[in-house]
Nanobody, 115 residues
Framework: VQLVESGGGLVQPGGSLRLSCAASGVTFSSYVMRWYRQAPGKEREWVATIGNTGSNTNYADSVKGRFTISRDNAKNTVYLQMNSLKPEDTAVYYC?????????WGQGTQVTVSS
C-alpha cells in the first residue's frame, strides 16, 4: 500500500498550491481520506476530510473557505486545493486513508509560504 503526495513547494503569501495524493494497493473508494499537516515544533493537526464518495467534506476552522478537498476515485487520488495561503500554513502536509480495518499515511510533502 502506498500513498504518495505531490504538489508541495514554495509559494508567496496569497498564492495557491494544489496537493495530490495518489493511492495504490488499496480499494481507494473504500477509504475516507484526510489531509493533516505538521509545522516545525508543533503537533500534527487535522486539515480536511472527504467521505468515500466525495459528497461529504469537513475542514478545520483555520483553513475553512480557503482550502478545498476533493477526490477522483477513478484515479485513486485525493486533492487539496489551497488558496489565499498564509505563512502559518507552512508545514509538511500528509495524506491519510482510513477504513474500519486499516489506516495508512503518506510520506508528506513540504509547503512553505514565504515572501
Amino acid at each position: 500500500v502506498q500513498l504518495v503526495e505531490s504538489g508541495g513547494g514554495l509559494v508567496q503569501p496569497g498564492g495557491s498550491l494544489r496537493l495530490s495524493c495518489a493511492a495504490s494497493g488499496v480499494t481507494f473508494s473504500s477509504y475516507v481520506m484526510r489531509w493533516y499537516r505538521q509545522a516545525p515544533g508543533k503537533e500534527r493537526e487535522w486539515v480536511a476530510t472527504i467521505g468515500n464518495t466525495g459528497s461529504n467534506t469537513n475542514y478545520a476552522d483555520s483553513v475553512k473557505g480557503r482550502f478545498t478537498i476533493s477526490r477522483d476515485n477513478a484515479k485513486n487520488t485525493v486533492y487539496l486545493q489551497m488558496n489565499s495561503l498564509k505563512p502559518e500554513d507552512t508545514a509538511v502536509y500528509y495524506c491519510h486513508a482510513w477504513s474500519l480495518d486499516y489506516i495508512y499515511w503518506g510520506q508528506g510533502t513540504q509547503v512553505t509560504v514565504s515572501s
